[in-house]
């Protein structure tokens, strides 16, 4: 079982960047998927998180209206477009499948995580 998140890099604030996630089929076909962040000295936290078929979309009150979550299920690869970026969404981006079939913002639901990819907005 395999995740391998990309597509991170730094950017000026206001800009947009994509994120993508690269699974395993037997990590990701029928599970949920979710996107985390950790900045450093802060908990991990929930960004976005989106169904086995792409559906029921969640999304953190703080990204709400700029990032959007997507998955490709015949490539099994999972996206974040993030829009309208600011600095204090700076940090490691996390890839999750979910135990289950849905997303949730809960990161005790997902079983496999993947290594992480830097952002950083510059002001």
């Known amino acids: 079982v395999q995740l391998q998140a990309s597509g991170g890099g730094l950017v000026q604030a206001g800009g947009s960047l994509r994120v993508s996630c690269a699974t395993s089929?037997?990590?990701?076909?029928?599970?949920?998927m979710g996107w985390f962040r950790q900045a450093p000295g802060n908990e991990r936290e929930f960004v976005a998180a989106?169904?086995?078929?792409?559906?029921?979309?969640l999304y953190a009150d703080s990204v709400k209206g700029r990032f959007t979550i997507s998955r490709d299920r015949a490539s099994n690869t999972l996206y974040l477009q993030m829009n309208s970026l600011k600095p204090e969404d700076t940090a490691v981006y996390y890839c999750?499948?979910?135990?289950?079939?849905?997303?949730?913002?809960?990161?005790?639901?997902?079983?496999?995580w993947g290594q992480g990819t830097q952002v950083t907005v510059s002001s």
């Open positions: 989106i169904s086995w078929n792409g559906g029921s979309p």
């Open positions: 999750a499948a979910a135990r289950g079939p849905y997303g949730s913002t809960d990161k005790g639901r997902y079983g496999y």
């Open positions: 089929k037997r990590a990701s076909s029928n599970n949920g």
